[in-house]
């Protein structure tokens, strides 16, 4: 090696230590940016690392969070978000610009948050080692700062001035502003209050510090300080401290410390070891407030922890579980915090009046449970009889509540419920009789305790006890002896082979999935392999919204129904962001059916064929989102999965938009014979591959064909087959104007006044240019889902298409 050579590489060498403590020395320079899901560039992180700013990836989406977190731990949790806590989508940018500061935009460059107002040019950012990020102007003059603007957690050194508030999120996963506040008030009280969403009215307080000292309005708390050393007080006007926490905490530099207001209104202070420490590798509560959220919310308005008729148990850990009584079930049952609807509502229509006691409507009995800000009568001295009849009278009274010789009347909506021993009582709550739905379909919560006709149960178990110890053994173990052994029995039965073991679906009966759909009554949508029912089920300790698939055109001799679990078994196999997740099935007798989980925002039809034009912006990333799931079946997945019926109707939008291609996997489950290589037509007319009519060889390109004619519908927002109700005979077949228009060069004919996508019109080309591939009549000229996903992506030159008419297929 020359001498020259080898001085430079020894100077480089020399110097690359203090590069790198430059590149992590906290300070981000004016023009800085990030983008989101671009892997080749990083995160801002401070000197010592322990934090990072940039995009956070939110869990199974294509959405991040602009925040700061944790760098170093393994759950990284974040600790301030921007934005109110709205996520943003891949290619959306954060920078740092002198006017702004801090400035978030979407992926077209439109302003989506920025850190104004601000009065003085920005010089740097700066990300210091406590978790601050600060905009610094000339002179080294701190113009903003997150700390001043906290979420819902402050960190050491962290001081909340008086005015100051923390909000909750909404949920664990959606960082929204929930409905939880903690306020430092004039008054110089800390407060924990909930709040309305839509008006921001602050409801009572349900925790106080005290610190208002009302005697001297001049000694009043004015701070509340987070210290260093992990000690959190609040700072009186007279230099008094007032210490909310345990004044005695580990050491600082062994252990990151924070406090949260988390999602169900608990304050909470956390500590984490900075390096693994023996079993403890997540955040531990210090301390919190209050003690039981559930008993301590007092407000006479607002909902309190949980919705409106639904009821609060503390578990072990001290966070909430809410639950609906029996009669009732989630509003939304995908918010297990939320209201809880009746089956029935108590009326006063003269016929409930003319009924005598007992007639119409009968009690259930939950112990120790009570709605406390619902009353609107109370009776004493009343006995246990009086109190239920006079609810039973009562057209009003939705329950009852007895504690001593006192009854209270409440009707609907009921809040603040709780289940709790402090309450020590009975409430009886009313239900119309042949109303009242089995116990079973809200097992979110057992929380009967005794209704009226149990009392036979009660003698018949009576008579039971009255036997002798030894007869009552022998009867008792000869009954669990032989039930094992029956329900042993019919598992081995049921799965043959297809157990826990092999899969983690569920398998369901005929009668749960029946009452799961309330007898198969509300109906989603039919298809090709069935109709599809929505439905709810128990899955772990929630109940869980689902679509209930019944196939219909499935053979039922005893030889294929090893086949049908394999197919099944191939499904539930499957893991990826853009498919729909099979949860369950059934195979019980004549009966096979699938169990999804529910989409909540319907098909891709009904949200790209109504009057008003979906973003383009949306379109774009849901096909992306198509393309990538279908790349995963084909090439990706354990097992490689043909779709052959991809068209709107089979793609489902989740809670976020995001594109989940349905019913893959289910082309073999048809009454076919499967020992065909050659088969029979698959596949709806429009999006239907010409080599099924050719009988020639099935391969992955038929997906590929139908994804192209898919992505011109999306990209037009018009079916590809009826085009003469929307533009005349020339647009009759979608893919026949679409390929005249490009031969032609007019293609902002097909997104008219579509003024975003027009914008956009390198990626409003290059999309179209990829569908015309994708729908050449000659299988071999079309690109693989790969190259297809590539190509949208904007990784791979679209090469010019040929017209799908100028190559023949080759026979």
């Not at 407030?289 to 559930?294: G, L, S, V």
Request: include cysteine; aromatic fraction near 10%.
């Amino acid at each position: 090696m020359s001498y020259p050579l080898l001085r430079t590489l020894l100077c480089f060498l020399l110097l690359l230590p203090f590069s790198t403590v430059a590149q992590t020395n906290g300070t981000v320079e004016v023009g800085a940016s990030i983008t989101a899901g671009d892997n080749s560039t990083t995160p801002w992180l401070s000197a010592s690392q322990d934090f990072a700013f940039g995009f956070k990836q939110l869990q199974d989406n294509n959405l991040f969070l602009l925040s700061i977190w944790y760098y170093k731990i393994p759950d990284q949790t974040i600790v301030w978000y921007a934005n109110k806590g709205v996520p943003v989508s891949a290619g959306s940018k954060v920078g740092i610009t002198a006017g702004k500061g801090l400035l978030l935009s979407d992926p077209q460059g439109s302003e989506l948050w920025s850190s104004t107002p601000i009065r003085n040019l920005v010089a740097h950012g700066f990300l210091s080692d406590t978790g601050n990020f600060e905009l610094v102007g000339g002179g080294s003059v701190n113009i903003r700062e997150t700390f001043k603007d906290p979420t819902d957690t402050l960190l050491p050194t962290q001081i909340m001035e008086s005015g100051g508030v923390l909000f909750s999120r909404q949920s664990e996963k959606n960082f929204s502003r929930g409905r939880f506040q903690l306020r430092l008030l004039e008054d110089g009280n800390l407060v924990l209050n909930t709040r309305d969403l839509g008006t921001d009215f602050a409801y009572d307080a349900y925790y106080k510090s005290n610190t208002d000292d009302g005697v001297n309005d001049t000694n009043r708390g004015y701070q509340v300080i987070f210290n260093k050393t992990g000690n959190i007080f609040v700072l009186k006007r007279s230099n008094q401290r007032v210490v909310l926490g345990p004044t005695t905490v580990l050491p600082s530099g062994d252990y990151y410390y924070r406090a949260t207001l988390n999602f169900y209104g608990v304050f909470t202070q956390y500590y984490h070891p900075k390096t693994e420490n023996g079993n403890q590798k997540t955040w531990t509560a210090l301390w919190f407030e209050p003690d039981n959220i559930c008993v301590d919310i007092r407000a006479s308005e607002g909902r309190g922890v949980c919705g409106f008729n639904s009821i609060c148990t503390i578990d072990n850990y001290k966070r909430p579980n809410c639950s609906c009584p029996e009669g009732f079930s989630l509003l939304d049952p995908n918010d297990k915090y939320g209201d809880c609807k009746p089956s029935f509502t108590p009326s006063c229509e003269e016929d409930d009046h003319k009924s005598s006691n007992g007639d119409l409507y009968d009690l259930s009995v939950l112990i120790d449970t009570d709605w406390p800000t619902s009353d609107y009568e109370q009776l004493n001295p009343f006995s246990e009889e009086m109190c239920r009849n006079s609810c039973l009278e009562d057209c009003f009274c939705a329950v009852a509540i007895l504690r001593g010789d006192r009854c209270w009347k409440k009707k609907l909506p009921l809040s603040n419920g709780r289940k709790d021993s402090v309450v020590n009582g009975k409430a009886f709550m009313k239900f119309r009789k042949g109303d009242l739905p089995p116990s079973t379909t809200d097992p979110r919560s057992p929380l009967r305790d005794i209704k009226k006709n149990d009392r036979t149960l009660i003698v018949v178990g009576s008579v039971f006890l009255g036997s002798s110890l030894f007869v009552n053994l022998a009867i008792l173990g000869a009954f669990c002896l032989g039930f094992s052994f029956i329900y042993q029995k019919k598992i081995s039965n049921n799965h043959d082979g297809f157990g826990a073991a092999e899969t983690n679906l569920r398998c369901f009966s005929y009668e749960e999935l029946a009452e799961a759909t309330d007898g198969f009554k509300e109906e989603l949508g039919r298809g090709a392999f069935g109709i599809v029912y929505e439905g709810a089920v128990q899955m772990g300790n929630s109940r869980t919204s689902v679509a209930v698939k019944k196939l219909d055109r499935v053979v039922q001799e005893k030889e294929r129904e090893k086949e049908f679990k394999t197919e099944v078994h191939v499904i539930g196999q499957t893991h990826h962001k853009n498919l729909v997740r099979l949860v369950g099935f059934c195979e019980q007798g004549e009966h096979r059916m699938l169990v999804y989980e529910f989409m909540s925002n319907g098909t891709l039809a009904s949200f790209l064929f109504r009057e008003a034009k979906p973003s383009w912006n949306q379109r774009s990333e849901i096909a992306l989102g198509i393309a990538r799931g279908l790349l995963y079946l084909h090439e990706e997945c354990s097992t490689q999965i043909f779709h052959c019926d991809i068209k709107p109707q089979n793609i489902l939008l989740d809670d976020y938009y995001n594109a989940r291609i349905s019913d893959f996997g289910l082309a073999k489950l048809l009454m076919i014979n499967q020992s065909q290589t050659n088969t029979g037509i698959r596949g709806t007319k429009g999006y239907v591959a010409p080599e099924w009519f050719r009988n020639k060889p099935v391969t992955a390109k038929v997906d590929v064909y139908s994804f192209g004619v898919l992505l011109l519908e999306i990209i037009t927002c018009r079916k590809n087959v009826g085009g003469l109700e929307m533009g005349g005979e020339e647009r009759a077949i979608l893919t026949d104007w679409v390929c005249d228009c490009f031969l032609t060069d007019r293609l902002h004919a097909l997104v008219e006044d579509d003024s975003e996508a027009l914008n956009d019109w390198s990626k409003l080309q290059r999309f179209l240019m990829v569908g015309i591939w994708c729908i050449q009549e000659d299988p071999s000229q079309r690109p693989t889902m790969r190259k297809v996903t590539q190509m949208l992506e904007g990784v791979v030159e679209v090469p010019v298409p040929p017209s799908p008419s100028q190559i023949s297929f080759v026979s």
